[in-house]
């Protein structure tokens, strides 16, 4: 079967979407330093958070994912009705930031804490808390926080939240412990925004997220163990 190819109209709309985002970059990475700041301020966020990662998209990984997204609206035989005027809505990562922190249990805290910030703030959910992930005891522990989940089939694990600061753009904001972001990094320089074609590198990375999921349960291990110890000691007093 003959590969799909872009029109020459389809190539000319992505450079001008293209264009028209690195014209107003600016206002994605300002927000993102405002957003940055309130979470930094929140009291209720920042006991439990290790760092934080931001960027606004890069325009050549727009133009990737454009792409993409007109060869997959072609395969279905839909028209891809993205323009200038909705770009910003339509593409929620123009915007992105990702809060890390250590143990897995620290996530109920977050999530309260981001709910508070975008309700003071005004910000609208318009998607999540998602928790897309791999892993069935992963799937556990959010389903009882009754955060909805997704299976990722490429071993990814992160909670994500879709949010509207105002009417003309959209931000991503990302939640995963550190482990999780050791595999992100790895994964995101092989397979972004092309995924490998290395068989060898495929089956390291699989092994690198099981690996790195099997670190994230003995750091939870270590805190719990740290806390039971703790408040004996205190009973000893």
């Known amino acids: 079967m003959k590969a799909l190819t872009l029109t020459k109209a389809e190539k000319t709309r992505i450079r001008e979407l293209v264009a028209h985002y690195t014209l107003n970059r600016e206002t994605f990475d300002t927000f993102l330093q405002g957003l940055r ?49 909705n770009l910003f809505l339509k593409i929620n990562d123009l915007a992105g930031l990702r809060l890390l922190h250590l143990h897995t249990r620290q996530f109920e805290a977050i999530n309260q ?63 995963r412990t550190l482990m999780e972001e050791v595999w992100g990094e790895v994964d995101h320089i092989v397979n972004y925004p092309h995924r490998t074609n290395s068989v060898a590198c495929r089956e390291q990375i699989a092994a690198l997220a099981r690996a790195t999921s099997t670190c994230s349960r003995l750091v939870d291990s270590i805190f719990r163990s740290h806390e039971i110890h703790t408040a004996r000691q205190r009973r000893k007093r």
């Open 37 to 85: 700041a309130q979470v930094l301020g929140s009291r209720r966020l920042r006991p439990f958070l290790h760092s934080l990662n931001w960027r606004s998209k890069d325009p050549r990984h727009l133009n990737d994912k454009l792409r993409r997204k007109f060869l997959e609206a072609r395969k279905r035989g839909r028209p891809l009705a993205i323009t200038k005027q």
């Open 113 to 175: 804490g981001l709910r508070e910030l975008f309700k003071e703030e005004s910000y609208r959910v318009i998607e999540g808390p998602t928790a897309r992930t791999w892993d069935d005891e992963s799937r556990a522990f959010f389903a009882k926080l009754k955060v909805s989940t997704q299976r990722s089939p490429s071993l990814y694990t992160s909670v994500h939240y879709v949010i509207r600061p105002n009417v003309r753009y959209t931000c991503e904001i990302q939640v």
